[in-house]
């Protein structure tokens, strides 16, 4: 199976037996192919996030399937949903969301012992990554006495630390100045490439989508 991740007519509409129901997605197509890294280009308010959301299971589409390496994840229980994304996916989003009481290499050490992995493993996985962004110097150091792009830097190595096979990142970079974002940008890019990994990328910055292999757009415009 080359596709990690397959989109199949999925339809999602919030509020649907409400009085103002909101549909955002409409019979969407989509696939992500093993080591591919794929721009999701929309206009504010389109749905990226709601996609994003959907692929990464942590919501379900009206209509319409998801299949995680050629697994189809429709109508799953929630405990193989959970399992599921623990062990396939990694999220980065436009918030670097770190423990603000722990080290840069403790928020990346904490989600894989709770995955199980013991510790020196974690530990080594850490210091690994944080070494292949440039971070092996501020290890011991707490996010707040980080920068906003080092912050940002420390995630994308703790999305990576359980190894997944897809990485789905919702503006990764969008709450970073234009030249960290890119250098930034940059890092995530070559983490992805080293690491074979696939990537579903949603930004609303085409330069960024560019250097990406494959742009998917999506939604209409702003009314
Ligand atoms: N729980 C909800 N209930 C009702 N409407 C919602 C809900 N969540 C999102 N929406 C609406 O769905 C649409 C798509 O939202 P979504 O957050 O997926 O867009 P987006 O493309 O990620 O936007 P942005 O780029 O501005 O973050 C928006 O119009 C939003 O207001």
């Known amino acids: 199976m080359n596709e990690v991740l397959r989109l199949h007519g999925v339809s999602k509409t919030y509020g649907k037996d409400g009085p103002a129901p909101v549909e955002v997605l409409s019979g969407i197509?989509?696939?992500v192919a093993r080591g591919e890294v794929v721009a999701l280009v929309a206009p504010s308010g389109a749905g990226k996030s709601t996609l994003l959301h959907?692929?990464?299971l942590l919501d379900t589409p009206d209509e319409g399937q998801v299949a995680l390496n050629g697994r189809d994840m429709t109508g799953l229980p929630d405990k193989a949903r959970?399992?599921?994304r623990r062990a396939e996916l990694g999220f980065v989003y436009q918030f670097h969301h770190l423990l603000p009481e722990f080290t840069a290499a403790e928020n990346i050490i904490l989600p894989q012992l709770a995955d199980g992995v013991a510790a020196r493993a974690a530990s080594a996985r850490a210091t690994d990554l944080?070494?292949?962004v440039g971070l092996a110097h501020r290890a011991a150091h707490r996010p707040a006495e980080l920068s906003g792009g080092e912050q940002q830097r420390v995630a994308f190595c703790r999305a990576l630390a359980n190894q997944p096979a897809l990485l789905l990142a919702d503006e990764p970079t969008g709450n970073l100045d234009p030249e960290t974002s890119d250098r930034v940008f940059d890092m995530l890019m070559a983490l992805v490439r080293e690491t074979g990994l696939s990537a579903l990328i949603a930004t609303h910055n085409h330069?960024?989508?560019g250097r990406m292999d494959r742009i998917?757009?999506?939604?209409?415009?702003?009314a």
Do not use: K, N, Q
Request: charged content about 25%.
């Open 29 to 31: 197509d989509l696939s």
């Open 207 to 209: 330069d960024l989508a």
């Open 216 to 222: 998917i757009t999506l939604g209409r415009p702003l």
């Open 130 to 132: 944080l070494d292949r």
């Open 82 to 84: 959970t399992e599921a």
């Open 54 to 56: 959907i692929a990464g």
